[in-house]
């Protein structure tokens, strides 16, 4: 936390904090980290085992801290580390040296010993030297206790215990007072640099955004949801936001989230989404406030495969160039961007990164600290493999903003996250990688066993469990995993990828084991001789609130969250939390609704007969008009059956249509996508019909505006398709609250629709219109799932869309 107090700047950290940045070094090695979390349980276990083995003048866990006031560019700058010493050893008589384990002791005069304790999984016996961050710890707390107890002297003792076997390994060293005080000036003077920068560009930015105003005339509605979004944040409450296009949901949010941050609400801003295309817009809008005058640092972070030099990213430094010895130069790298750079695009970082010969990704990263706002995926804020735990660590308060675009995709993207699953023939598959003892080998064909005991189901079936059924088999995986990261600890220059892939999926479902409540669902399939156990998450709600809290006033948007209640219960909200509808500022009569009443995309009638009636729709409703328009469909296969009874009705050739089409392949690349959608252009000569299937890659997130797209078709109501996982979870929900149609198949297929829909009317002086193709859109169901921008709807007959469209396209 920094802040000007009494004309000086100050920092206070801890002192971890502190020299892990300052007295960073080293390589990148992605093995050398597997098992982190584990390792500090594992050494406050050892730690407390040390501490009690210790004579009577071994004081345990001593808190310390300290300040020291520094000189740089003429400015003061106050630093205040605080932390706690794992351990102070005072000595009356020099005789009580040799109590203790660590005779070195005896060889020197200080009677004032600092000991550090670190507990590793690697051979401690192995190390000539302790790590420099560790010592660096260590001298720290020397520094205070000697200058506040105004000693000559002190000691300092690094013990190591390794974890496997226990084994202790000291390192002992003697300053004095004036070695100490003038290493410690050295760190606190280069610590100083980056306040000095930081403090400076805190002021720039506050100033810049107190000046800044609104940078574009208030559309009707749109000042209420600023001044929403801003109440949410000064109050602490989450807001949930149903926005239409054409609000300017984007610059809707980011601007009060900045101005609130320019008031000391918010120290960052993290800016979630899920596509590239509205990453891409948030970039635009923070660049649209930078050229209103605001000095802000944004960065975009990028995936580590596309920004990795490898055909494969592999972190380690026998494979990257960049990875060996990056830590030694990355501090500087990220200086000497953030003094020289005012916009930070993925080019502008892998410029410097190659400059400085460190890897892009883990760089990224770095200057992300330093930003002021972070555009990201959702995965590094909810992800408990991948989150920012640079951010998102115990002892963070409430420091950032948050808002999650496109927010309803975060609630199935959040189940995949806390979900797990373990399949025995995985298990065999793994087993011949391990070079381990024979008995570490065993257990994995054990578990594979007892995994394919508790699928007592016919080949094909799925049995639900209890969670006192699985106790046995889960304690037989946390016992593989423990072996298993031992392994990992011991071998780490010479593991089979296969090895590492399954540990890091093991410790996703050891640590999934323990958040296992009523929000969860244990289900497990018999595949022939196999067995799959699977970990579902039912509702993320909860686990989605532990990172939640992190965030200030969180606002969670998207053009389509009907009903709200339910992404409310799913993303975390509460009684207390606000619900907002921005209502959309387009003229209703611009945009024309009609459903169809004799038509159905239902299974029970695909039939050939059905599909010539929608073919007949599709056919009259591009014909009414020339124009761009997408057809979307409930599958591939459903597009392309009636593309093909489309086309047997032009003689059958392509050439014949009266419009030129083009059909969305499955796994399409970005230069595909890019190309399909420069086929719509402005005022075509001849109308371009896009095929497309709801719920793709075309059905949400694009923006072709004006004449670019006049009309939207949809076939069906979007239901997902019927199968085990969906069950599964409209059983949970029928178990739970008696709405498991609702919420397995209704409200997610919903959802595509309305998306699918969004693509037409894009701005104020668009016109378009938007053709549902199934009986049950005139239901009262699905009707009350229609947005209220929809409100000029009609219901026809396929004799009737004709006339309806005509009467459209001719007014004004």
């Given at each position: ?47 407390k085992k040390i501490q009690n083995s ?127 005080t003038e290493w410690f000036m050295g ?491 420069e086929c719509f252009t402005e005022n ?129």
């Amino acid at each position: 936390m920094n802040n000007t107090h009494d004309d000086i700047y100050s920092s206070r950290l801890s002192v971890r904090e502190f020299v892990e940045f300052v007295c960073r070094s080293g390589d990148i090695d992605t093995k050398d980290r597997a098992g982190d979390p584990e390792a500090m349980r594992e050494g406050q276990r050892l730690h407390k085992k040390i501490q009690n083995s210790q004579p009577e003048g071994y004081t345990p866990e001593l808190p310390m801290s300290g300040e020291v006031t520094v000189l740089y560019n003429e400015e003061k700058f106050l630093i205040s580390l605080d932390g706690r010493a794992d351990g102070v050893i005072r000595i009356n008589n020099p005789i009580e040296k040799f109590e203790y384990e660590n005779k070195e002791l005896s060889l020197y005069e200080s009677n004032v010993i600092i000991d550090e304790i670190k507990c590793m999984y690697t051979d401690v016996k192995k190390l000539t030297e302790p790590v420099p961050v560790h010592i660096a710890q260590a001298k720290c707390y020397a520094f205070f206790c000697l200058r506040d107890e105004n000693l000559p002297k002190i000691c300092v003792q690094m013990s190591y215990c390794g974890i496997e076997h226990e084994d202790l390994v000291f390192f002992t060293f003697e300053y004095t007072k004036e070695e100490l005080t003038e290493w410690f000036m050295g760190l606190a003077t280069y610590f100083a640099k980056w306040m000095y920068w930081e403090k400076h560009h805190f002021i720039d930015r506050n100033e810049t955004i107190k000046a800044c105003e609104f940078p574009f005339e208030y559309r009707p509605g749109q000042k209420e949801l600023v001044k929403n979004i801003y109440l949410s944040i000064l109050r602490d409450k989450k807001i949930f936001i149903e926005a239409p296009t054409g609000v300017g949901k984007t610059i809707s949010a980011v601007y009060p989230s900045v101005k609130a941050m320019g008031e000391g609400l918010g120290r960052k801003l993290f800016y979630l989404t899920a596509r590239t295309i509205t990453r891409t817009v948030a970039e635009e809008t923070a660049g649209i406030l930078k050229n209103a005058g605001v000095s802000m640092l944004a960065i975009t972070l990028t995936a580590k495969e596309k920004l990795c030099l490898l055909e494969k990213p592999e972190c380690s430094p026998l494979t990257c160039p960049r990875a060996k010895g990056h830590e030694d130069r990355v501090n500087e790298a990220v200086y000497d961007l953030i003094t020289h750079e005012k916009s930070i695009t993925r080019q502008v970082v892998e410029s410097y990164a190659e400059k400085h010969n460190v890897c892009p990704f883990e760089f990224a990263l770095d200057i992300s600290l330093w930003c002021d706002m972070i555009i990201c995926d959702y995965n590094y804020c909810f992800d408990p493999n991948v989150y920012l735990r640079r951010f998102f660590a115990e002892g963070h308060g409430k420091e950032y903003l948050l808002l999650v675009d496109e927010a309803h995709n975060l609630v199935d993207r959040a189940r995949e996250m806390y979900s797990a699953s373990i399949y025995s023939q995985r298990l065999k598959d793994v087993r011949p990688y391990v070079k381990a003892r024979e008995e570490t080998r065993r257990m994995f064909t054990s578990l594979a066993n007892l995994l394919v005991k508790l699928a007592d189901v016919p080949d094909g079936e799925r049995k639900i469990l209890e969670i006192y059924e699985c106790e046995a088999f889960f304690a037989k995986v946390e016992k593989l995993y423990e072996r298993l990261k031992l392994y990992v600890s011991d071998r780490k220059k010479e593991i089979d990828d296969e090895v590492m892939e399954f540990f890091f999926d093991l410790k996703n479902f050891v640590d999934t084991i323990v958040y296992l409540d009523e929000n969860y669902c244990i289900s497990i399939d018999r595949k022939g001789k196999e067995a799959l156990l699977r970990l579902n998450c039912m509702n993320p709600r909860m686990r989605l609130m532990e990172y939640l809290r992190f965030h200030r006033g969180p606002a969670l948007y998207s053009a389509t969250l009907l009903p709200v209640k339910y992404y409310m219960d799913q993303l975390g909200g509460d009684e207390e939390d606000y619900a907002v509808y921005a209502p959309s500022p387009f003229d209703s009569a611009k945009r024309k609704v009609i459903i169809a009443s004799d038509v159905s995309a239902k299974y029970t009638r695909r039939n050939r007969a059905e599909y010539e009636k929608l073919a007949d729709y599709i056919d009259a409703f591009v014909k009414a008009k020339t124009g761009n328009y997408l057809i979307f469909f409930p599958s591939y296969k459903m597009m392309d059956d009636i593309y093909e009874v489309l086309l047997e009705s032009y003689g059958g050739f392509p050439e014949n249509f009266d419009f030129t089409a083009v059909k969305q392949e499955s796994g399409m690349s970005e230069e595909e996508r890019e190309a399909f959608l420069e086929c719509f252009t402005e005022n075509p000569e001849k109308s371009m019909v896009g095929f497309c299937v709801m719920g793709g890659i075309f059905s949400e997130g694009i923006d072709l505006k004006a004449d670019r797209l006049i009309g939207v078709a949809i076939v069906g109501t979007g239901l997902p398709m019927v199968g085990p996982d969906r069950e599964l979870f409209k059983n949970f929900y029928d178990d739970l609250s008696g709405d498991g149609f609702e919420h397995a198949y209704l409200w997610p297929g919903m959802n595509k629709v309305l998306q699918a829909g969004g693509r037409v009317i894009r701005t104020e002086d668009d016109r378009g219109v938007i053709l549902l193709l199934d009986d049950r859109f005139t239901t009262r169901t699905y009707q009350a799932l229609l947005p209220k921008e929809w409100e000029n709807r009609v219901v026809i007959r396929v004799d009737g869309l004709k006339a309806e469209l005509d009467n459209f396209w001719k007014r004004k």
